[in-house]
């Protein structure tokens, strides 16, 4: 995206910050989040980063703002939820942003947020991963929308993801209820032309009155305001009849009714089929509450509807129940034959259920050959990543006598072989809590790996539970100085320097020890041999034991602390020892030809791990001679 300027000489404005009400800009999704949110007045950004969700407080923090909102990346999702509710509660208009999975953390605030109520007006953006393309499941979040009361919008366009985050805090202030916006990766990741709107000033603060008997619910004051949060439901319900976002158009008997990205995959299979004039469409935007007497209206005009949704058929059964309590004469199709619950839909997926709802030939396009179709890549750590150093290390020391406990992070890319550092999985945190129960019904040694982000999210209450239990375990933390995966965000553990003034750096090894593990070592994975001295004695001893393994990322040593690459790898000659490192280490470095193995000058890191690693098998061959 291109900066421009206000006027000659004064310093560069964002274009997101433009106050030019008619501009059409190509943007991100996510950016046009963010200028929804800026044309809204937004006053205070809460988050925890994950994909698909990054980039729209990682613009917030690129563009600066200047002054017109603070932003914070909190621990987790559940403390950026009560950060968030607490800016809300005291009368800022609040957006809260993470992934589909974050909202699990975060849901025990949120389902009771939506009792009491926040003045200032919160949305939440949960960012679904439908097709599991950054994630550990592809749960449909619209159920939250269900289960809290939330009024849910779901934009499927550039354009719309930008006017429906404007729409989105205005209703939540006006209501004084919190409101989902519900993406998905498709969404966030698309790019488009957006029109801009006037960007005006920071939302006013609303006056905090307080009032117990609202704000803080005990038993008595929890039933009453649930009573509140249903009246507030019907409100919404209300907007959603005469809603914008939720809209008709085209003839005929044949129904379409579409949410999400799903109308985007409905109008271009329409346009290409031929199709538009046989089918009237019900395009929803604003899916929760359902617009009731807007579908009735439509469904009594139709014989047959289809209903596209990805994921759950929440919508579809939503219709159904609809269409039984009023007696309509309409047949409903949904989940089934081309449309199923299990990850994205395409224009190819809409046009085969179009077709069979039309009774016509769908004319796909041809599937690519195989054997002409990209190879596939398999996850893989960067090559000069830590990780990998520490990876190879542990299985020198401990090999298939251990059991490895992973958790989410660039780590977790460790699985395949040859390193096959992860046995099991489960969500943010848990290596360390789940390590320790394995441990203890096993009787096995586990060794737990968490990175410095997962452990301030999450990690620090495993620990302090391993501890309190007297477990017996391993916990590595691999500390590579930020958020690595998700973009390089900040994280408490990131060195001061990075942070500034903004943030304040906490010490990973205080930290433990403040937790109460008397058996801490620092180790330096690069240098392999003081990493496995330090894994052998860590071996033979009991209890919780933690290594914090020290080493920036490789792309964050280069990008953000300026570090230079001093030095690069090569095969000075072709034997034994190279083959051994590349089946050992397995760095994306090395590859083979016809005259032997080489490294890639342009992938090396410049570790020299594999240098390490052959001079130790030479020497060990010796050794066996």
């Keep these: 995206m291109s ?6 000489g004064a310093r560069p404005v964002n274009p997101l910050l433009a106050d030019e009400p008619g501009t059409r800009r190509l943007l991100l999704g996510n950016e046009a989040i963010v200028r929804g949110a800026l044309e809204a007045g937004v006053n205070l950004v809460a988050c925890y980063p994950g994909t698909p969700s990054s980039e729209v407080p990682d613009t917030f923090r690129r563009i600066g703002g200047g002054g017109r909102y603070r932003l914070e990346y909190s621990v987790n999702e559940k403390v950026a939820m009560e950060v968030g509710a607490g800016a809300a509660l005291a009368g800022a208009m609040t957006l809260v942003t ?10 025990d605030p949120l389902l009771t947020m939506t009792y009491t109520g926040l ?5 939440l953006l949960s960012a679904d991963d439908p097709g599991c393309h950054a994630s550990q499941n592809e749960q449909d979040n619209r159920t939250y929308a269900r289960f809290a009361g939330m009024p849910c919008f779901e934009p499927a366009t550039a ?3 930008k006017d429906m985050t404007r729409d989105a805090l205005l209703l939540a202030r006006e209501l004084e209820q919190p409101v989902l916006l519900r993406t998905t990766t498709r969404v966030n990741h698309l790019r488009g032309a957006v029109e801009y709107g006037p960007l005006g000033q920071p939302a006013p603060i ?3 009155e307080r009032n117990p008997r609202r704000f803080v619910p005990v038993p008595a004051v929890a039933r009453v305001r649930h009573a509140e949060l249903v009246r507030h439901l019907g409100m919404a319900r209300d907007k959603a009849e005469h809603s914008p976002w939720n809209t008709v158009r085209g003839e005929g008997r044949f129904g379409v009714i579409a949410s999400g990205i799903s109308r985007a995959y409905l109008s271009d299979a329409l346009h290409q089929t031929g199709w538009a004039d046989r089918v009237k469409v019900l395009d929803l935007g604003m899916t929760w509450p359902l617009p009731e007497d807007l579908l009735t209206d439509f469904l009594s005009q139709c014989d047959a509807v289809l209903v596209l949704e990805e994921l759950e058929p929440l919508l579809e059964n939503d219709v159904r129940a609809l269409v039984q309590r009023k007696s309509l004469p309409v047949a409903v199709n949904g989940k089934g034959g081309a449309l199923t619950i299990y990850g994205e839909y ?3 997926t809409v046009t085969q259920a179009l077709a069979d709802l039309l009774g016509e030939t769908a004319r796909l396009p041809i599937a690519c050959d195989p054997e002409t179709a990209l190879p596939v890549r398999p996850p893989n750590l960067c090559p000069g990543c830590s990780h990998r150093a520490l990876y190879y290390a542990v299985r020198k020391v401990f090999g298939d006598d251990a059991v490895y406990s992973s958790d989410i992070g660039c780590y977790t890319l460790g699985l395949l072989p040859p390193l096959r550092m992860a046995d099991f999985l489960f969500c943010m945190g848990s290596s360390v809590s789940a390590g320790s129960g394995f441990a203890t019904a096993s009787g096995k040694p586990t060794l737990a790996f968490i990175g410095d982000s997962t452990f301030f999210h999450s990690g620090i209450t495993g620990l302090v539970n391993a501890v309190f239990n007297k477990h017996d375990l391993i916990v590595v933390v691999l500390d590579n100085g930020t958020t690595a995966m998700t973009g390089h965000q900040p994280n408490p ?4 320097e990075v942070l500034g003034n903004a943030c304040v750096h906490l010490d990973i090894e205080a930290v433990v020890r403040g937790c109460g593990v008397a058996d801490v070592v620092r180790v330096r994975p690069f240098n392999v041999k003081s990493t496995m001295k330090a894994l052998s004695e860590m071996k033979e001893r009991s209890g919780v034991r933690v290594i914090i393994a020290e080493e920036p990322c490789v792309l964050y040593a280069r990008r953000t602390l300026k570090k230079p690459r001093n030095q690069v790898a090569y095969v000075a000659e072709q034997g034994p020892s190279v083959a051994d490192c590349l089946e050992h280490l397995a760095c994306p470095a090395f590859f083979r030809d016809d005259t032997g193995i080489h490294v890639d000058e342009n992938l090396c890191g410049g570790c020299m791990v594999c240098l390490q690693v052959a001079d130790t098998i030479k020497a060990r061959k010796r050794s066996d001679a």
């Design 346 to 348: 395409s224009t190819q």
């Design 98 to 107: 993470m992934k589909h999975v974050g909202v699990n953390v975060a849901a």
């Design 159 to 161: 354009q719309e993801a």
């Design 206 to 208: 609303v006056p905090f």
């Design 3 to 8: 900066e421009s300027t206000a006027t000659p």
């Design 493 to 496: 553990g990131v060195i001061q």
């Design 119 to 123: 003045p200032g007006g919160l949305v």
